[in-house]
């Protein structure tokens, strides 16, 4: 017999039992009273965690799909939009304005490292007519937290519409859609929402809509407006997946009762010890303590021991996946997701494992000393 | 204690619990070996049942989402496109082709009645520039089963590209993507696939891939062409909802266990089952057996008798959920879905107890009569 598969990698994360419990569920039908009251139940509750006073909206998609609509429903051909990019993610949200005809200007930061704000400012002084600009809050391809509030004051102010890619970090760290001016913000179900992949969700100010009335880019399945109208009568404008409609509204009852500050300090807890351990077992660490992920943290693995042989050693000993680096990354560091479902115990676990694998592969350390470096910091 | 409610719309339709209990296991990671062998899997089958030799792709969606790829990843603005329209998702094709720039014309048929071949073919000789053509293969909001290989001819014929909706069809009567000369065709889970709603499918000709590459509507998520070349490397460009591809996989090898001659029968034996119960107690059917719909059957309600407390009474006496018409035809029939996990036992059942309400609101008829006559036919 094997473990059961434990996923430590930045998403799909694991699902709780009652959420899968309620996924599974026989299917309602979507244009019922039952699925419009949870409808507007997760919609309500979606609301709260972004802090966001105006719209959101229910997507049956993936986050890429979400990410598109953020720019399917405020650009029009030849806009000008700035992408700032700290990996992986932050340039697909460009690929994706390009896809729509945009005028894309890049602001990349080193690899594992932020966008710097200073850089932002200057960047968008000297170009006086940058529509939209695209963030990443949290970039999972390398585990760095973006200064957001910064970002989102610093575009506020120049004038331009600030769009979020917030899938990793959304319910897993303090943000405020409407206080901090975010314009448009996108998630997906399979991060700390504890779900399986299949839906996301978008948040909207009132500035998007006006981006929105002007945008002569084509839409229909993403068409915000159609979405706004449905909800007018707490229904959805196309057939959405009410399964995990169904399994959001118990993820969504689980995060309500555990609470904000405690879910947010969870995630800080969980980052800080297992990057306390990984520095025990004399590994380094890919992204610097003061703009490290909640919930993505990346490692640079031992000399002469590669990425590829502590991934597989660590599913087929323990049945614990942790992720690859991404593109220019890949095989160069590793990458453990810890957001949702996840607690110190499975820290604990992952670090006692990756020291286990690492020795089998040659790697020399004092025993225990990943687990009691963490059990220290606490 | 209430029954457990028994969907009998066109979609979401009934889910077997093997299903439910697939798609209910922890999600897998979607960059594994695992989910690839599935993903090349049910690919597979999903060809099988469609006779397809070309490509096909899962789309994390709905079906809407795959009839606007079908458009994204075909037309540029200003193209002329034919919409076929025989009901409300004939329309939902034109005013996609729409929202992507295109010059649409109407071809309508009366509502209850399929697009005439004689029709087609005079509007494509007289307009010689069409370059794509919408098509509904079994039109929900109505129940009309259109002559999709007669009409899938024509347009072969005439060079036009063939973009069919085949939601409420696929895997539930015959049809053949590359006989037919089909050249794009969508689908969604939750109809004769036996899912809850949360995936959509296409089937891709070589000509189509020849538009493709012509095409200049923006399409990112859509985009064809990302999800050919992920899967070379057996995986999807995006994050997919892995939870349901595994869930397809059990609905796939139930449906090859059946076998295709069987299901096809079985559709085609609920519908007669069920319109001479109809016609048994005295009610109108909507749509003439020529082109009735093997999966839907729209019902003319008594008159003095309201759709509204047909369904109401239907719903909270029996948990049996009927659907009512759509935009002109609402309260004016009432449509029973039948498609996917649905058995004769399941037609007697809706029929006595469509009885049972009609006679609850007044109405009259030989006790019996419904079943009865269904039985008859049998």
């Avoid at 899938?167 to 760290?173: E, G």
């Avoid at 929402?193 to 839409?219: D, I, T």
Wanted: aromatic share 8%.
């Amino acid at each position: 017999m094997q473990a059961k598969e434990f996923l430590m990698i930045p998403g799909p994360t694991p699902v709780p039992d009652p959420v899968l419990a309620a996924i599974c569920e026989h299917p309602m039908a979507h244009r019922s009273k039952e699925f419009s009251q949870l409808l507007v139940e997760v919609i309500k509750d979606l609301k709260t965690i972004a802090e966001c006073d105006t719209d959101a909206f229910v997507f049956t998609a993936s986050g890429t799909a979400a990410m598109e609509a953020a720019i399917a429903n405020t650009i029009s051909p030849g806009d000008k939009v700035l992408s700032l990019i700290s990996g992986v993610f932050g340039a697909r949200f460009a690929k994706i304005a390009e896809a729509y005809g945009a005028s894309v200007e890049r602001l990349e930061s080193k690899l594992g490292e932020p966008i710097s704000i200073d850089a932002l400012k200057k960047k968008l002084s000297e170009s006086k007519d940058i529509k939209v600009v695209t963030v990443t809050h949290n970039e999972t391809s390398t585990g760095v937290l973006n200064d957001l509030q910064a970002i989102a004051q610093v575009i506020h102010e120049y004038g331009a519409l600030c769009v979020v890619d917030a899938v990793t970090s959304y319910a897993a760290c303090p943000l405020s859609f409407s206080k901090w001016k975010i314009d448009i913000m996108v998630t997906g179900s399979q991060k700390a929402l504890m779900l399986p992949p299949g839906l996301s969700f978008v948040f909207v100010s009132e500035k998007a809509w006006q981006f929105h009335a002007k945008s002569k880019s084509p839409k229909f399945y993403f068409d915000f407006a159609r979405y706004r109208k449905s909800l007018t009568e707490d229904t959805t404008p196309f057939t959405p997946n009410v399964s995990f409609v169904a399994g959001l509204k118990t993820a969504l009852d689980m995060i309500k009762k555990e609470g904000f500050p405690m879910i947010y300090a969870r995630h800080e807890n969980l980052q800080k010890t297992l990057r306390a351990g990984v520095l025990g077992m004399g590994l380094k660490l890919f992204v610097k303590d003061q703009y490290a992920s909640p919930t993505i943290t990346s490692i640079v693995p031992p000399e002469a021991i590669s990425v590829n042989t502590i991934r597989q050693s660590l599913k087929e000993k323990y049945q614990i996946r942790v992720a690859d680096g991404q593109e220019e990354l890949k095989s160069k560091i590793f990458r453990i997701g810890h957001m949702g479902y996840i607690f110190e115990r499975d820290i604990l676990m992952t670090l006692a494992c990756l020291e286990a694998v690492l020795k089998d592969a040659g790697y020399h350390c004092p025993s225990g000393i990943g687990v009691g470096s963490a059990l220290s910091s606490i």
